[in-house]
């Protein structure tokens, strides 16, 4: 099976589960490979915002993801928080790009410190030492002094920083365009062609 490109994706604790499944359902769709994880309060996130219930083996959260997105075999990938021995954990064979979608700010403090206590902090240590693009997008407010140092540290050494923040120039009717809003501004720095959402001064 032929693929653009594989892209590494996480879901992580913070509010803002339709951001990260839309941007799942958009590279999917993009013929990417997606290298999904997930955390336990990500589980918890999904269950309350989608009512969606997440399978909690690997395996059967890979499938029931591929099933979702009418996704091709193998597309979609999902590893396990302590496996150490995947792809995602080694800069000789983690994907050169990461998202974290929606970003908690406990995993944005863990990847500032380069903790790496589990797969997602160890993931986005690894793109970031390997001079990869890693996307963090926190929705979090208001912004404390920590989390604004945390933020700057991180950008400073390379990562985007890219608050789930729709803007509304767009005149959204639905809740679907202000997710679109930004999901289509995540595909625009992953370098991916995108028309789920007009760019400035190309409005219908």
Known sequence: MTFEKTITLAFTGASGAPYGLRLLETLVAANYQVFVLISSAAKVVFATEEDLKIPSKPDACAEFFIQRYNAKPEQIKVFGRDEWFSPVASGSAAPKQMIVCPCSTGTLS????????????????????ERGQLILVPREMPLSTIHLENM????????????????????????????????????????????IMPRWGYQK
């Open 152 to 195: 700057l540290k991180l950008s400073q050494v390379g990562a985007t920083i890219m608050p789930a923040a729709p803007g509304f120039y767009h005149q959204p009717q639905r809740i679907e365009d202000l997710v679109d809003f930004v999901v289509a501004r995540i595909l625009d720095h992953l370098n991916i062609d995108q028309t």
């Open 110 to 129: 863990a990847i500032a410190t380069g903790k790496s206590d589990n797969l997602i902090e160890r993931g986005a240590d690894v793109v970031l030492k």
